[in-house]
């Protein structure tokens, strides 16, 4: 194929010539990296029209309702595979055989423990601190525990970082709750699966044995699988942003973490709770709704439709027969849930809500699941972080075994006052 141009008029009559790539799928772009020669930079507040980087880990069509890991649609990812087989493909590129399997599941369980001086860390944290605010701590600190995996030059060094991340934020992210509840925390078992292992952490104590629920089980690796990555969006941004300094990849898992604790980004489960808890009974539903409907009143649904997804979200189908398959499972009685199930029937057959595309979400849905599980609302984004680790990882990896990365430094308008004179004190 013969190699395409763009051609940009610039002032002065002056014109240059622009490379345009093609990826594999998606949209073509420009590459404008030589503009700065010709003294120009482009504008594109938020990067919504800029790709990045170059990656082939995940890709995303909103229009269609298509996600992709590595090529595999998410909808047989979720229905047919587990987390640990996902986070191998995302870590390497290819589906494991059974023995690279097996293998990597033996490898993650013997990192599951953390230093039990990271035990004493938790006590300088108050009881009442925020999950985020203890995950976030605790995970930048790692890089003072396990400092035999520093090097982001070496390869072996960033493999060894990679699993231990992923082992151990699920042992980290139970002991957050644990902390916060004033429970001893729980060590893990290797005997049980990556989501039978944190529920344990989460829900067992010394006093009684603990049983998982294999129903249960399965929804929390789901919860997992359908949250692992999501492509260039605000955290896994910042995780590159932060690793293309060669910061340590603790400190850069760190750095998503905070961004993803934005409540534009990771907070969006926790808000469908919170609107579910303001609405408070189904009787009330028809006055939110058409509060949603009135173009003057601020209320909004949450847990409805998608920035990216413009027509469904692939994730939420899945989840939404995941979410019915827990409720009838456990029987819970809590008038949120019928609060939300009542939500969910009218926004599959009103008219309005059918017109926009403002479905349930993967975000609605799991944030049901999560309450009826017995998670706290508080913990909702920590559970979100664990189960992105892997993708923050998969791309930071990426970054740095690609020849020629460079530290990014993206260019500004500035708007600020010119070059003046300073004014003595006694004469201002």
């Not at 909103?62 to 996902?86: C, F, K, M, N, T």
């Not at 990679?162 to 001893?184: D, E, H, N």
């Not at 499972?329 to 809500?353: C, G, N, T, W």
């Not at 990896?397 to 308008?413: A, F, N, Y």
Request: charge should be negative.
């Amino acid at each position: 194929m013969a190699d395409l141009k763009a051609k940009l008029e610039l002032p002065g009559n002056d014109s240059i010539e622009l490379p345009v790539k093609q990826g594999s799928a998606g949209f073509d772009v420009i590459d404008i990296s030589k503009l700065g020669s010709k003294g120009y930079f482009t504008f594109d507040p938020g990067f919504l029209a800029t790709a990045s980087c170059e990656s082939a880990i995940t890709y995303i069509d909103g229009d269609q309702g298509i996600l992709l890991h590595r090529g595999y649609p998410i909808e047989q990812l979720a229905v047919d595979s587990d987390y640990l087989d996902l986070c191998y493909l995302l870590l390497y590129g290819e589906l494991p055989t059974k023995e690279q399997y097996a293998e990597f599941v033996h490898t993650v369980k013997t990192h599951t423990m953390v230093h039990e001086q990271i035990a004493f860390f938790f006590r300088g944290f108050r009881r009442d601190a925020h999950p985020m605010a203890m995950l976030c701590g605790v995970t930048g600190a790692l890089s003072a525990f396990y400092q035999d995996s520093l090097d982001v030059n070496d390869p072996r060094h960033r493999e060894i970082a990679a699993y231990r991340l992923v082992s151990k934020m699920p042992t980290i992210a139970a002991m957050c709750y644990k902390y916060s509840s004033g429970q001893p925390f729980v060590y893990p078992r290797n005997d049980l699966s990556y989501a039978g292992n944190f529920l344990s952490m989460m829900f067992a104590v010394p006093c009684e044995e603990y049983k998982v629920n294999p129903i249960v089980e399965r929804a929390m690796d789901r919860i997992f699988i359908l949250h692992a990555d999501h492509e260039q969006n605000a955290s896994t941004s910042t995780v590159r942003l932060a690793g293309s300094s060669g910061a340590n990849p603790f400190a850069c898992i760190a750095a998503g973490i905070a961004s993803l604790w934005g409540p534009a980004h990771g907070g969006a489960n926790e808000a469908c709770l919170q609107m579910l808890e303001e609405i408070g009974s189904v009787d009330r539903i028809p006055e939110f709704i058409a509060r949603a409907k009135d173009k003057n009143d601020p209320f909004r649904l949450m847990g409805f439709g998608h920035r990216v997804y413009k027509n469904f979200d692939p994730r939420a189908k899945v989840m939404r027969e995941t979410c019915h398959e827990v409720l009838k499972e456990l029987k819970v009685q809590d008038p949120l849930l019928d609060v939300a199930m009542e939500l969910e029937r009218i926004a599959l057959e009103d008219e309005y809500f059918i017109s926009k595309k403002l479905y349930p979400n993967v975000d609605f849905y799991s944030g049901i699941i999560m309450k009826a599980i017995g998670i706290p609302t508080s913990m909702f984004t920590v559970l979100f972080a664990l189960s992105r680790t892997v993708g923050w990882i998969a791309h930071w990896k990426e970054m740095l075994d690609q020849p020629g990365h460079k530290i990014s430094r993206p260019r500004q308008l500035y708007t600020g006052e010119t070059a003046r004179d300073f004014v003595d004190l006694d004469k201002r």
